[in-house]
């Protein structure tokens, strides 16, 4: 190893500004939060949807008393149960079954 030489440029130059990590960062973040989506179970998924339909995020939820969160987990589950009674969720009916079958 000790004919191995780094310039000191190398290792004393400044990052430009445009450097491609502040790029990575971005998309790092980007890139978190699609994974951390995509880790979520599909009821997670749709109690997130559901509190944005609301105007809330997860940290509002989670920043409310026990009481608030109850009304508001009772308030989801009175939007699915509408929304299963009367047909008017997003997917289209047979997206999940086959129903022609």
């Known amino acids: 190893m000790s004919g191995l030489s780094?310039?000191?440029?190398m290792t004393t130059a400044p990052l430009p500004a445009s450097s491609n990590l502040?790029?990575?960062n971005k998309s790092n973040?980007?890139?978190q939060q699609f994974l951390?989506?995509?880790e979520m179970t599909p009821a997670q998924r749709l109690f997130d949807s559901m509190l944005k339909?609301?105007?809330?995020?997860?940290?509002?939820?989670?920043?409310?008393?026990?009481?608030?969160q109850q009304k508001v987990v009772?308030?989801?589950q009175q939007m699915i149960k509408q929304q299963t009674e009367n047909?008017?969720?997003?997917?289209?009916k047979g997206m999940v079954t086959d129903m022609t079958a």
């Not at 780094?6 to 440029?9: F, G, L, R, T």
């Not at 339909?53 to 608030?68: C, I, R, T, V, Y």
């Not at 047909?87 to 289209?92: F, H, K, L, M, R």
């Open 22 to 24: 502040a790029v990575k």
């Open 29 to 31: 973040s980007v890139e």
């Open 74 to 76: 009772e308030k989801i």
């Open 87 to 92: 047909g008017t969720g997003t997917a289209p």
């Open 53 to 68: 339909q609301l105007g809330l995020s997860e940290d509002d939820f989670k920043a409310m008393s026990p009481q608030d």
């Open 6 to 9: 780094i310039p000191a440029s």
């Open 36 to 38: 951390k989506y995509a």
